[in-house]
């Protein structure tokens, strides 16, 4: 990634380019290949001279310390399709792995909902497997 004077002299050569392909050409791209406009910003700021913050955009100075980065909120909603869901964030929490299955029961009175793990070969009741089929 270009910095400072080379930054500047690459950035103005391409001036008459779109902005993602300048940030490109100057180097600024993740390991996915997106174009990391906040750095290529914050690059050309400082390059011109102004004083960039340390912190991440978005955190005060009553904030110290590395960002946390998203939080999980304990709340979710019903989509308008029906459907709710629970996120990575709740699942890893629980030390859930991909491919674990669960039993769903519903607490009518309480309005809530109880996931209960499956053993292996165990099926809830009243549902057999496809080889008893």
């Not at 300048?22 to 914050?42: D, E, N, Q, T």
């Not at 913050?53 to 100075?61: H, I, W």
């Not at 793990?117 to 165990?122: A, N, V, Y």
């Amino acid at each position: 990634m270009l910095e400072g004077k080379a930054l500047l002299d690459r950035a103005r050569a391409l001036s008459d380019q779109p902005e993602d392909l300048i940030a490109r050409a100057c180097g600024y791209v993740g390991p996915s290949g997106r174009v990391l406009r906040k750095s290529f910003h914050k690059a050309l700021v400082a390059a011109k001279g102004y004083p960039v913050p340390e912190a991440s955009a978005g955190r005060s100075a009553a904030a110290p310390g590395p960002g946390k980065g998203r939080q999980a909120e304990f709340r979710t909603r019903v989509h308008g399709n029906g459907n709710l869901l629970i996120g990575n964030a709740y699942t890893r929490r629980l030390g859930l792995q991909p491919g674990q299955e669960f039993r769903i029961e519903l607490q009518r009175d309480s309005r809530s909902i109880r996931l209960l793990p499956l053993q292996d070969g165990e099926f809830p009741e009243g549902e057999a497997s496809d080889d008893t089929a």
